[in-house]
């Protein structure tokens, strides 16, 4: 599904056919490109592309707390149909959320609308751990069948699995809720790095889990969401939290599928998030992407990297950015188009559906 | 004044006498630092240590809104001197706050506790620019003053001013407040060139009246903070940025003091940073200072750039930390040690104490 089709997904016969599952198209551009094959056009979808700016998604949101909306698979697949219906992007990520998988376990974290997630008992000792059991399957229904749902509607568009990293997983735990500094998280690797570790370790098992979860039911790939890793230097990032990333990245190694990991800010940190065992690296809007594709390194392929408030230039100056990265990307050995950052709440689809259309005219 | 004197200031007989003002080393590791000179001891000064972590800061602060602070001449001084008496930084750093030039031209703008600069009317269109008059050493008597009485108290210790630079108080004006996306200002910026330049022009020439008042009432360097400037990609920095900050480092290249330029999460803007005339360049403790220098090019020196959170490591872990930086640092031309951001507000204060005495040890 290379182009919006309008309302329906009833997808037209696939150009191939998946030895994974019927209807993908193991040719479709995403994978191409995550693979480094070089596909006719550069792939493009949006990070939290699902839900934010699209009115549909407010409608259908309206009165659903957050994690409601993502324990629901109805809901769940819904959301994740909407901006591929709109745009016609070349990939669907899984809607859910980076705390998902702790409620499913049991924690009391909630989403609070303008704070973000609030967790009741923040773990500051090894105590807190003894909330952090390993999570099943069956632990996230939904999520086994939202997954099946997306599969057999959205034909040969691929689907992404969605998570959050051990280390940005662990700050929330930890800070009880979101933090600039993240301060409480560092003491804690600094002061007591064996409670540290074990903290790490457990939430990489429980993060395997949930994408184990996804991966079973059949998705395409995965991206594994690091978004504050990039309040770490390089030194502390390999030393307190590549091990964990690593030991996510390497449960998939035999799956088959394009492993995607991204954090903002994370421009000294792109050989090390390389080197976790990543196949495509995220690059934030901060690192033209060829300067990127030079850190990562050879054998990866890059996503991103428009500035997320690019949305708000005048036409000919976004055509002009959109297509500085596209230029920057084809030095990489493979290039999956996406924003910087997450689509801002107040970004107007029409300018996501032209984004769309200037990244597939190349 | 090297290491801590008590509580006093009267400092004892210089070293060498200054042209420009009595009582000033002109051989303080601070001054030589910044001219690449190799100076005994690296030269050390936190980013706001002036305040925030500081229980007598606190004292005196209490009851006292932000901005009468910013504007009592007795005020300022005691504030700007305090981390000299308690830690014997190398330098002190001029007590202010980075809108405090737009009140002086007579602005409404206000310091909020816990939110930041409020700004009562937004400028988005020519109609502000109106408001923008140049700012004259009259407009603010409490500079000139405190400058004076400083110098007087500190001695052999180098006295910094301070302003915001353009492009950051244009984000304040423009979105009324702290951002944390500045998608107004890029709003503004992509779709308004024209005004936007006529804005950061009017910015420019303020900030040269505010930096004017200090130096000509004798500072001894000026650092210009371009706190958000890494909210901009390079590309959009060059364009709408460089230019401005270049003229208000450019105001200051005949008065013979170190200009020093600082923002966080520039990264991949410290070559530009560089170019735009600073002596010496501010780090984020996100780059390697040997590779920030690598980036910045000869002919310069860095500041930096120690994790704030670091503070919070136990003594061998922040004493290993404290000697990376002064490593990397060493492979830069000339090397003043700082945080890599402002100091945290829960700080303790005996760490930072232990921090000058391990880069004075080296």
Request: glycine share 8%; with cysteine.
């Amino acid at each position: 599904m290379g182009t919006a089709s309008g309302s329906t997904l009833q997808a037209a016969a696939p150009a191939a056919r998946s030895a994974r599952r019927p209807g993908l198209d193991e040719r479709a551009p995403f994978l191409l490109a995550a693979r480094r094959e070089r596909p006719q056009v550069t792939p493009v979808w949006f990070m939290r592309q699902a839900g934010r700016a699209l009115p549909e998604y407010r409608v259908l949101r309206s009165g659903v707390p957050m994690l409601r909306s993502c324990q629901d698979p109805e809901l769940i697949a819904e959301i994740t149909l909407q901006p591929i219906r709109r745009f016609g992007t070349d990939a669907a990520i899984f809607f859910s959320d980076i705390v998902v998988p702790l409620v499913a376990i049991g924690l009391d974290v909630d989403i609070v609308a303008g704070t973000g997630p609030v967790v009741a008992d923040p773990i500051r000792d090894e105590r807190g751990l003894a909330a952090l059991r390993p999570l099943e399957p069956d632990d996230v229904p939904y999520v086994t069948d939202a997954v099946r749902t997306l599969l057999a509607e959205l034909g040969d568009t691929p689907l992404i699995g969605f998570a959050g990293a051990p280390f940005t997983l662990a700050s929330y735990l930890v800070e009880g809720g979101p933090s600039r500094t993240h301060a409480r998280t560092k003491q804690l690797m600094y002061r007591n790095p064996r409670l540290w570790h074990a903290l790490a370790d457990r939430l990489a098992e429980i993060t395997i889990g949930f994408l184990r979860a996804q991966v079973d039911a059949g998705v395409d790939a995965i991206q594994l969401f690091d978004s504050w890793a990039g309040a770490l230097d390089e030194t502390d990032y390999r030393r307190y939290v590549a091990p964990h990333t690593a030991r996510v990245l390497a449960a998939f190694e035999n799956d088959g599928i394009p492993r995607i990991h991204f954090g903002v800010n994370t421009g000294e940190l792109l050989t090390a998030m390389a080197e976790v065992g990543a196949d495509v690296v995220g690059v934030d809007w901060r690192v033209h992407l060829d300067e990127a594709a030079r850190r990562i390194g050879p054998g990866r392929a890059v996503q991103g990297n428009l500035d997320p408030t690019a949305v708000f230039a005048p036409a000919d100056v976004l055509a002009d950015k959109v297509s500085d990265v596209l230029l920057r990307g084809a030095k990489a050995e493979g290039h999956i188009f996406n924003l910087g950052h997450g689509v801002l709440p107040e970004t107007d689809p029409g300018v996501l559906a032209y984004i769309v259309d200037l990244v597939h005219a190349g």
